[in-house]
């Protein structure tokens, strides 16, 4: 036979084990909810298209095949230089003086690489 203190150790933990038993059934249900939440916050109803993002994407899918024309007949304009390659433009270098005029320095210079 048991004795008083084994019963009442008993019956502790019978209490602590129902209690964890309701702790794992409130967290099961809490994760239910969370899960719940993120798919209506996250899910795919709530992925809405804005009209002016795509009008935003098509502009600049067409300034990104205007600068590839541009890029191609800069190309076709191109003169071959001694050394057999194309000669090139270098970049305008503005700078500014002290009267806040802005001047370009070497501005369509001809460079053969």
Do not use: W, Y
């Not at 503005?94 to 806040?100: E, F, K, L």
Request: with cysteine; aromatic share 0%.
């Amino acid at each position: 036979m048991s004795s008083p203190r084994e019963a009442e150790l008993g019956r502790q933990l019978q209490a602590r084990e129902e209690e964890l038993r309701q702790a794992n059934v409130q967290i099961a249900l809490l994760k239910q909810r969370i899960d719940i939440l993120v798919r209506r916050i996250f899910g795919s109803k709530s992925e809405k298209v804005d009209s002016k993002q795509l009008e935003l994407l098509l502009q600049l899918q067409q300034q990104v095949q205007e600068l590839g024309k541009a890029e191609a007949s800069l190309a076709a304009e191109a003169i071959p230089c001694s050394g057999g390659h194309p000669l090139q433009r270098r970049p305008s270098l503005a700078r500014t003086n002290h009267a806040g005029v802005t001047a370009n320095k070497r501005a369509g210079q001809v460079i053969c690489r």
